[in-house]
């Protein structure tokens, strides 16, 4: 069983920057694919990003060259930097886990999920 909890969310104007962090519990977190989703009011979850097991990353078009997840093994942690934020970023930001090293894009995919952290970005 993983538990993951994460952090970092809040209140920034467009242009800003957000670092969003997961904490994950368990022994073998380097095994684990990590990914990052979020959900808009009134819409379905979606992926944003994943970091695999060799840190071989994957990213939706509409973040990439903006966000960039990275991944610290000894800190069992996983972080989602954001710069460049639009009003379209806003949503509830998702942690996920799954085991193996290859990255998956799909929600069903992923066993285990964070409790979500709100980013509202105002414009």
């Known amino acids: 069983q993983v538990q993951l909890v994460e952090s970092g969310g809040g209140l920034v104007q467009a242009g800003g920057s957000l670092r969003l962090s997961c904490a994950a519990s368990?022994?073998?977190?380097?095994?684990?694919?990590m990914g990052w989703f979020r959900q808009a009011p009134g819409k379905e979850r979606e992926f944003v990003t994943a970091?695999?097991?060799?840190?071989?990353?994957y990213y939706t078009a509409s973040v990439k060259g903006r966000f960039t997840i990275s991944r610290d093994n000894a800190k069992n942690t996983v972080y989602l930097q954001m710069n460049s934020l639009k009003p379209e970023d806003t949503a509830v930001y998702y942690c996920?886990?799954?085991?193996?090293?290859?990255?998956?894009?799909?929600?069903?995919?992923?066993?285990?999920w964070g409790q979500g952290t709100q980013v509202t970005v105002s414009s």
């Open positions: 368990g022994r073998t977190f380097s095994t684990y694919t």
């Open positions: 970091i695999g097991g060799r840190n071989s990353t």
């Open positions: 996920a886990a799954r085991v193996g090293a290859i990255p998956a894009l799909r929600v069903y995919e992923y066993a285990y």
